[in-house]
């Protein structure tokens, strides 16, 4: 299906759809698929992230009243702003990436294979001292890699670009990275990181995925499984939906992955939400094939603004992924107020701008008939949304929440 829903009044309602016309339920989990996310590695990287100091499920929370006012039978909300203290699921999969760049560049400094809980223990310390890691980042995954260097004994230098919040850039800094501002986009930022590891032997560690740099990220998209599996395990039961906000589309593509390997062709309608100033997804899915959005892409959303999607995510996502949509600002300025305020019966729940878009564009979808037709949405919906952060700029979340910011 190819046809565009709108809804355009310049409100926070507002929203444009699109279907992936190769996006099916019934499509095969395949070899290729396989390389880049599967049980066994999942298994590796489960059994590392739980044995981490401070490892703990993150909480899901029942919005029953929210449901009711919806129109659906359930929505669960994925709460992450508690992982690690760090206040974002990206915990899970820079850090743990970390672990495993170091735990290759120590075996191969040594000659031997090295358990992956020396490497947690600070058992090789001089080899692990002469690595530097670095990449570019909107706030949080920058703080997990910052994280994970400082915590197993490595150096590491961030890559930040024009707009990332200075509450941000200070975040990552109480880490021990060095931080550089660059100029331009994310995307920009990202090519900067890599040209700068080129020439100093650097090791990037990005989420994202391009043409020559593939192995790392499926580390980083492996302990991002872990979010989805804790959600799955806690439900009372399976969703037929999942609204799931995309930057690149790492953690999306980790979400669907882990849902089509678990219920198959029974897995949930996989519905993306792209900021509309950055929605490199619904350019993609309207073209069947990855599509680069230009300018500076200027979103609220930081965590969102970027304007390529990996290509590690397409592969999973042009199979896996129904289809996305593209909503304002204020759609999440919408949902950072509702969440901070709930409706009687629903936890109050402190979710940061890039958290909510998931959640916005389920709410937006429902305002709609046709749109809530065409994706199935209804009486019998059970809906699992992912609050990927929590106020990770606590002067910038106050502003949205008390209404300075819209």
Same mark, same amino acid.
């Given at each position: 299906?190819?046809t565009? %829903?709108?809804?355009?009044d310049?409100?926070?309602?507002?929203?444009?759809?699109?279907?992936?016309?190769?996006?099916d339920?019934?499509?095969?989990?395949?070899?290729?698929?396989?390389?880049?996310?599967?049980d066994?590695?999942?298994? +590796?990287a489960?059994?590392?992230?739980?044995?981490?100091?401070?490892?703990a499920?993150?909480?899901?929370?029942?919005?029953?009243?929210?449901?009711?006012?919806?129109?659906?039978?359930?929505?669960?909300?994925?709460?992450?702003?508690?992982r690690?203290g760090?206040?974002?699921?990206?915990?899970?999969g820079?850090?743990? +990436?970390?672990?495993?760049?170091?735990?290759?560049?120590?075996?191969?400094?040594?000659? %031997?294979?090295v358990?992956?809980?020396e490497?947690v223990?600070?058992?090789?310390?001089?080899?692990?001292?002469?690595?530097?890691?670095c990449?570019?980042?909107?706030?949080?995954?920058?703080?997990?890699?910052?994280?994970g260097?400082?915590?197993?004994? *490595?150096?590491? $230098?961030?890559?930040?670009?024009a707009?990332?919040?200075?509450?941000?850039?200070?975040?990552?800094?109480?880490?021990?990275?060095?931080?550089r501002?660059t100029?331009?986009?994310?995307?920009?930022?990202?090519?900067?990181? @890599?040209?700068?590891?080129?020439?100093?032997?650097?090791?990037?560690?990005?989420?994202?995925?391009?043409?020559?740099?593939?192995?790392?990220?499926?580390?980083?998209?492996?302990? %991002?499984?872990?979010?989805?599996?804790?959600?799955?395990?806690?439900?009372?039961?399976?969703?037929?939906?999942i609204?799931?906000? =995309?930057? $690149?589309?790492?953690?999306?593509?980790?979400?669907?992955?882990q849902?089509k390997?678990?219920?198959?062709?029974?897995?949930?309608c996989?519905? &993306?939400?792209d900021?509309?100033?950055?929605? *490199?997804?619904?350019?993609?899915?309207r073209?069947?094939?990855?599509?680069?959005?230009?300018?500076d892409?200027?979103?609220?959303? +930081?965590? &969102?603004? *970027?304007?390529?999607?990996?290509?590690?995510?397409?592969?999973?996502?042009?199979?896996?992924?129904?289809?996305?949509m593209?909503?304002?600002?204020?759609?999440?300025?919408?949902?950072?107020?509702?969440?901070?305020a709930?409706?009687?019966?629903?936890p109050?729940?402190?979710?940061?701008?890039?958290?909510?878009?998931?959640?916005?564009?389920?709410?937006?979808?429902? @305002?709609d008939?046709? /749109?809530? =037709?065409?994706?199935?949405l209804?009486?019998? /919906?059970r809906?699992?949304?992912?609050?990927?952060?929590?106020?990770?700029?606590?002067?910038?979340? @106050?502003?949205?929440?008390?209404?300075?910011?819209?």
């Open positions: 299906m190819t565009d %829903y709108l809804r355009t310049g409100t926070a309602d507002d929203f444009t759809l699109i279907f992936n016309a190769t996006g339920p019934s499509a095969s989990w395949t070899a290729q698929q396989d390389e880049i996310l599967s066994a590695a999942f298994s +590796a489960k059994a590392t992230i739980a044995s981490w100091p401070g490892y499920e993150t909480p899901l929370h029942a919005l029953p009243s929210r449901a009711s006012e919806l129109g659906i039978d359930a929505l669960h909300f994925k709460d992450e702003g508690g690690f760090l206040g974002s699921f990206k915990a899970l820079g850090a743990y +990436a970390v672990a495993r760049l170091l735990q290759k560049q120590v075996e191969t400094a040594l000659g %031997y294979p358990p992956m809980a490497i223990s600070g058992a090789h310390p001089e080899s692990v001292a002469r690595v530097t890691v990449c570019a980042t909107d706030g949080n995954h920058g703080r997990s890699v910052a994280w260097a400082q915590s197993f004994g *490595c150096h590491c $230098v961030i890559f930040i670009h707009t990332v919040s200075e509450g941000r850039k200070r975040a990552i800094e109480a880490y021990g990275a060095e931080v501002r100029a331009g986009n994310y995307d920009d930022s990202v090519r900067e990181a @890599q040209e700068t590891a080129d020439g100093e032997s650097w090791f990037v560690v990005s989420d994202t995925s391009y043409p020559g740099y593939m192995d790392v990220p499926k580390d980083v998209m492996q302990g %991002y499984e872990l979010m989805a599996a804790e959600a799955f395990d806690q439900l009372p039961e399976p969703p037929t939906h609204f799931l906000q =995309t930057g $690149v589309g790492g953690m999306a593509a980790a979400v669907a992955a849902a390997r678990r219920w198959g062709a029974d897995r949930p996989v519905v &993306l939400a900021p509309d100033l950055s929605a *490199c997804w619904l350019e993609s899915y073209a069947g094939a990855p599509t680069v959005v230009e300018g892409l200027d979103t609220m959303m +930081a965590g &969102l603004a *970027c304007g390529e999607v990996s290509s590690l995510a397409w592969e999973i996502l042009r199979t896996h992924g129904d289809a996305v593209a909503l304002p600002d204020s759609a999440a300025t919408r949902e950072m107020r509702r969440l901070a709930p409706l009687q019966g629903d109050k729940i402190v979710a940061g701008e890039s958290a909510v878009a998931g959640l916005a564009g389920l709410a937006n979808a429902l @305002q008939d046709a /749109a809530a =037709t065409a994706l199935g209804g009486a019998g /919906a809906v699992l949304v992912f609050g990927t952060e929590g106020a990770t700029d606590p002067e910038l979340y @106050q502003q949205i929440v008390e209404g300075a910011a819209s």
